[in-house]
């Protein structure tokens, strides 16, 4: 698969099939450890927007090219923002806003879950890269930075002041974006920032095999989990989100037949194949009754 930056002369995003039913995502710009310009968010937006509808990806992996996940802002080569001739320069930044937004809204509400293999710096807008990821898993040499603060602005952009207290904890993530420090990935797992650290070498493939279990469960399952982790993060209520969760668990279990096929496979001790159907006969037995 190709993505839309293909047809320029240097592809700034890539996006391969490594293994069955996954897809990996590169940003593709090492010489400037993969910064968040408009010439590579545009084509990052659109390729997520492919993927989202091709029904062969169950599963999406996201990295940077060379020694960086993503060094955030680009301040020396910021590229192009589509759509804002004749706009003020109030209007112009407010749509360049706009519009890495929507690449941190894509990621989250991708239909497949997203895996963030952070390979190295995840600083400022790439922090928010890897927290806007469903699962994020570090090399060793990985390290994050909230780095507005150090830059004489804000530490909080693209939802940042959001995801990070909901992932490691409102006294943590208040330490880190106001000191500006550097989080190494042996205390990003400690505190909960990444799933797991392993070895520089081998973070691709500890990802593929978490993205093979991943695509190996329901469709069905496996996206309406990613729903309902999302929005028990925003619930109201516990009970509230229980009845949201139980109706997914309804949905799944009375319209296909994975329950069976788990129990089946169980007993036969085999791997179970959730087909996400209900055999026809099985559907209309009640019917013919």
Aim: with cysteine; proline share 4%.
């Amino acid at each position: 698969m190709q993505s839309v930056s293909d047809q320029s002369p240097q592809t700034l995003v890539l996006v391969d099939r490594p293994r069955p039913h996954v897809a990996l995502v590169t940003l593709n710009r090492p010489e400037r450890m993969n910064s968040m310009a408009f010439d590579v968010m545009v084509p990052l937006k659109a390729a997520l927007e492919e993927l989202t509808h091709d029904n062969d990806i169950r599963v999406v992996v996201l990295t940077g090219a060379g020694r960086g996940f993503s060094s955030g802002a680009d301040h020396k080569s910021a590229g192009s923002v589509p759509h804002v001739a004749g706009l003020t320069r109030p209007t112009y930044a407010l749509r360049s806003m706009e519009l890495l937004d929507d690449v941190i809204l894509a990621i989250r509400k991708l239909h497949q879950p997203v895996i963030a293999a952070v390979n190295g710096a995840a600083i400022g807008g790439g922090l928010c890269l890897a927290l806007a990821c469903d699962v994020r898993v570090a090399a060793t040499g990985a390290y994050f930075r909230a780095a507005g603060i150090n830059n004489g602005l804000t530490a909080s952009e693209l939802g940042l002041s959001y995801l990070l207290p909901k992932a490691i904890g409102t006294s943590r993530a208040f330490e880190i974006m106001l000191t500006g420090r550097d989080v190494d990935a042996v205390e990003a797992e400690r505190i909960g920032l990444v799933s797991r650290t392993v070895p520089d070498d081998g973070l691709l493939n500890a990802c593929y095999e978490m993205a093979e279990r991943m695509a190996s469960f329901s469709r069905p399952g496996i996206e309406l989990t990613k729903r309902t982790l999302w929005s028990g993060l925003e619930a109201g209520s516990l009970e509230g989100h229980m009845q949201a969760e139980g109706l997914g668990q309804l949905y799944v279990r009375l319209l296909t037949a994975n329950f069976e096929e788990a129990v089946a496979a169980r007993a036969g001790k085999r791997s179970p194949v959730f087909t996400d159907e209900r055999l026809r006969a099985e559907s209309t037995a009640g019917e013919d009754e």
